[in-house]
């Protein structure tokens, strides 16, 4: 049996709460109580430097009770406008449960397209990374209020696995209603054993997935499952844990029941292989020996190191730079697009605000979205 990890060995923890975890259907409210433990657990983890991010369902959930909607399916439009009052309602509790800590909370409301194309995937992942900067929680949530399609709300344990992968995660927890991965639904009077560890997610493990555990929380065990492939392949570990439980972090950190998926690969090293070999280049950045040297020494692409530039792409798009000779040296995610990129090459990182009008990167390629030739 693989060792179980510790939740204190890992750096920066994306943890997902669902609808039915944060709102009491029947009396129609917020459990400040249950939130304000899991708050107690997030500032110890954020007390000790790590980075903590939110993916939090119950927008649509808390404004049952606000507008008295009835229990049972909502349509698409009534689910859009409980979303809008809703969400509200939920920035304000998570804002003024962390500001108790001394801690600043910042709302994001993404939707699938927003982790999905890859220049809006960018500006969330550096509007992310700047809120981790300056010390803050960052509070992720779908935008029902612009959902095209049927608002699900286990959909969010998707959403976790990809902000995880974003963010160059090391652990995703995924909240529950239930305590881990059973090898079969556990009922009472049956002998369902939890799963401590899983390895690798296998066609076994996946068909051991039951159905959801309440009106709230739909999702169920296959969307975490999905999560789990989600974040596994990117080099992200999971755990599924209860979060009926007061202070749930701190119930993993001593040892509680839950259900840990692992990973081999490493966040960074899986996002550049998938940069390697994943995405189609669209352009070529010829560069000159002393982008070549720094490029290896672990810097970043600066516009002063480009010389000339091929294609036609966007911002975010993938790149192939060539050196001196020609040949392929890497690989990367570009920061502008071939017309403004066109502009700048050749000049100094402090010449771009006047050249293009606007302050943009101080790098072509950032060292994040590079992979070097010749290997990982």
Not at 156 to 170: F, I, P
Not at 323 to 339: C, I, M, N, S
Request: contains cysteine; neutral net charge.
């Amino acid at each position: 049996m693989p060792k179980t990890p510790s939740l204190h060995s890992f750096r920066r923890i994306v943890i997902k709460v669902g609808s039915s975890l944060l709102v009491d259907s029947a009396a129609g409210e917020l459990k400040r109580a249950w939130l304000a433990s899991l708050v107690d657990d997030i500032a110890k983890l954020h007390g000790e430097k790590r980075d903590v991010l939110v993916v939090s369902s119950g927008a649509i959930a808390s404004a049952r009770a606000t507008l008295k909607l009835p229990r049972g399916p909502l349509r698409l439009e009534e689910a859009q406008a409980a979303a809008a009052v809703g969400q509200i309602a939920l920035a304000r509790s998570w804002s003024e449960t962390l500001s108790a800590h001394g801690i600043t909370a910042g709302q994001i409301l993404l939707t699938l397209t927003d982790t999905e194309e890859r220049r809006r995937y960018l500006n969330a992942r550096e509007t992310i990374d700047k809120l981790l900067e300056w010390r803050a929680v960052p509070v992720i949530n779908e935008n029902d209020t612009v959902a095209t399609s049927e608002i699900r709300y286990g959909d969010n344990d998707r959403l976790a696995a990809r902000v995880a992968t974003m963010v160059s995660a090391d652990l995703l927890v995924l909240l529950s209603d239930i305590d881990g991965l059973y090898d079969k639904p556990p009922q009472p009077g049956n002998d369902a054993k939890l799963i401590p560890v899983v390895p690798r997610i296998t066609a076994e493990i996946e068909n051991v997935a039951g159905g959801s555990g309440s009106e709230l929380s739909r999702g169920g065990m296959v969307t975490k499952i999905e999560a789990g492939k989600i974040a596994t392949t990117a080099g992200v570990h999971m755990v599924i844990a209860s979060g009926r439980v007061m202070n749930p972090l701190k119930a993993i950190a001593e040892g509680g029941p839950c259900t840990w998926f692992l990973t081999p690969a490493n966040p960074v090293t899986s996002r550049k292989k998938w940069i390697a070999g994943s995405l189609e280049p669209r352009g070529a950045l010829h560069i000159d020996d002393g982008a070549v040297k720094a490029l290896r020494s672990g810097k970043s692409l600066l516009p002063a190191g480009v010389k000339r530039i091929e294609g036609d792409f966007g911002r975010g798009d993938a790149v192939v730079l060539r050196g001196p000779d020609g040949a392929e040296v890497g690989r990367g995610l570009v920061a502008y697009d071939f017309t403004d990129a066109d502009k700048i090459i050749g000049r100094s990182s402090a010449d771009v605000q006047s050249i293009l009008g606007f302050t943009g990167r101080t790098v072509m390629v950032h060292r994040d979205d590079l992979v070097m030739g010749g290997g990982i």
